[in-house]
């Protein structure tokens, strides 16, 4: 039987969280519809032997893949390549759907055909649960740019997002290895071969945000700031190679490429200056070169009224900068 939905699943070194999330696929009818591929990524604990219980189990849905270490993007590449589903789906190994929601949701896959279907994250906290809800029309299949704009505008993480296979091998789609944070990619290069899309509005996929060591907390990000860095480097390589696409799609996608280099550019300069800003460099040095117009709008950015960008462009050292990174943090 062919699959509806193919799910990847990377797995390095989490035996406390896998049950719960391989768990969270099984249904009580439908099971064979699912594929899920399991990617361990040279675990050194529990995480094989319990992929190879729910295999054993389930063998119509359960696949593994054990492979060495090689980062994320090496357990995605390496699952595309074998994956048969319609759909296309990544769910962290620390995470997990919501089983109501995920009953319904291959259901849902089951009848429609569109390039990218987008559903909730529930981000799971120590001071309670929250919804993140999506502004697209619901419940019907729609025109994805022509939809979007930056009115409606909610940044859309992998944890949204269904891809449509055969449109995401079509584009040869390959994702940065060896490195951290390169699911920024897989949210971002596809989107630009979108046509229709389909907005489920359920909670389904439930994102721990508590875990200690987990690439959102902080010290995580400050000693990986280098490979958001690359794959954000990536990205704007992505986006370089398909500006012949409809003006919809390139303004857009332009518009969530500044969002995410913005961000960057005020933590390294101003909110985190302890950084190595050599890292920020190679990104400034990317721009200057290879996409001008994003080069001088991000020059523009201002802080206080000065534009901190260009002021750290002329003198990294310079005092007027020290000046703004010690009003930001006295002021926020």
């Not at 719960?20 to 594929?35: F, T, W």
């Not at 050292?317 to 990174?325: A, D, P, R, Y």
Request: proline fraction near 3%; include cysteine; aromatic fraction near 10%.
């Amino acid at each position: 039987m062919d699959k509806t939905i193919s799910i990847i699943i990377p797995t390095y070194n989490m035996e406390a969280y896998l049950t719960i999330c391989l768990s969270s696929l099984v249904m009580d009818k439908g099971m064979e519809r699912v594929e899920a591929i399991v990617v361990n990524d040279g675990s050194n604990d529990g995480s094989l032997a319990i992929a190879k219980d729910f295999a054993g189990r389930y063998p119509s849905t359960f696949r593994i893949i054990d492979k060495p270490n090689g980062n994320y993007g090496s357990c995605i590449n390496a699952a595309l390549k074998v994956a048969t589903g319609k759909y296309v789906k990544i769910l962290d190994a620390d995470d997990s759907f919501d089983k109501d929601s995920f009953s319904e949701f291959v259901d849902v896959l089951d009848r429609t055909d569109v390039d990218l279907v987008l559903t909730n994250k529930v981000e799971i906290m120590s001071s309670g649960n929250r919804i993140g809800h999506l502004q697209y029309p619901e419940e019907k299949v729609f025109d994805f740019f022509q939809t979007s704009s930056m009115k409606n505008f909610k940044p859309i993480t992998m944890h949204n997002i269904t891809y449509r296979l055969e449109m995401v091998k079509a584009m040869k789609y390959t994702q940065t290895e060896g490195i951290f944070y390169t699911d920024i990619e897989w949210a971002f290069a596809p989107m630009a071969y979108v046509e229709k899309a389909f907005y489920l509005n359920r909670p389904l996929y439930n994102y721990l945000m508590t875990r200690e060591g987990q690439s959102v907390s902080s010290d995580v990000a400050d000693r990986h700031v280098k490979d958001e860095i690359i794959a954000t480097i990536k990205n704007v390589n992505n986006y370089l190679n398909v500006r012949n696409r409809p003006q919809a799609v390139t303004d857009l996608l332009h518009k969530r490429l500044y969002r995410q280099i913005r961000r960057l550019y005020k933590r390294i300069i101003i909110k985190s200056p302890h950084l190595d800003g050599n890292v920020l460099t190679l990104l400034d040095e990317e721009l200057r070169s290879k996409d001008r117009e994003m080069y001088n709008i991000i020059g523009k950015e201002t802080k206080y009224g000065l534009r901190f960008v260009n002021i750290w462009r002329k003198n990294k050292n310079s005092n007027v900068l020290k000046m703004i990174v010690k009003m930001f943090h006295y002021m926020g």
